[in-house]
């Protein structure tokens, strides 16, 4: 589960459990994802995003150096859209890190790109970014 982060709102926490994962943190099966936190600032974004039919969309992010891991930095997540990067439209939830830059580095090391598949969701209005770390497998 994801720790709280008092600067999102409650509803904006963002989701994920490493209990969808095993071992090396693979996940369990395809159907695993991982929710964002702090998509209510990048609604305009992300609606733009939904509206220009931009496919596939995956994440652009890079592991976090040894100087951001040192000071637990926040993983600030943009999108690829296949033709351009987007602004920020999420950050990894707080405590689930990890799964991410094991995600990264297990596409790596398969010789494959280093972006996860990414999919934006309408949930009570706004709109939410699902990572498909299931696809990382």
């Known amino acids: 589960m994801a720790q709280t982060d008092p600067t999102f709102d409650r509803n904006d926490q963002g989701n994920g459990s490493f209990n969808d994962y095993r071992g090396l943190l ?20 992300l609606a733009e995003l939904l509206q220009s039919g931009a496919s596939p969309l995956e994440t652009a992010i890079s592991r976090r150096s040894q100087q951001e891991e040192a000071v637990d930095a926040p993983i600030e997540v943009r999108l690829f859209t296949g033709s351009r990067v987007s602004g920020p439209v999420g950050t990894v939830p707080r405590g689930l890190e990890s799964l991410v830059d094991e995600a990264l580095s297990r596409l790596d090391i398969a010789g494959r790109k280093q972006r996860i598949p990414v999919q934006i969701v309408r949930k009570g209005g706004l709109y939410r970014v699902d990572l498909r770390m299931g696809e990382t497998r």
């Open 26 to 45: 693979v996940p369990k099966n395809a159907r695993v994802t991982l929710r964002l936190a702090g998509s209510n600032a990048y609604q305009r974004e």
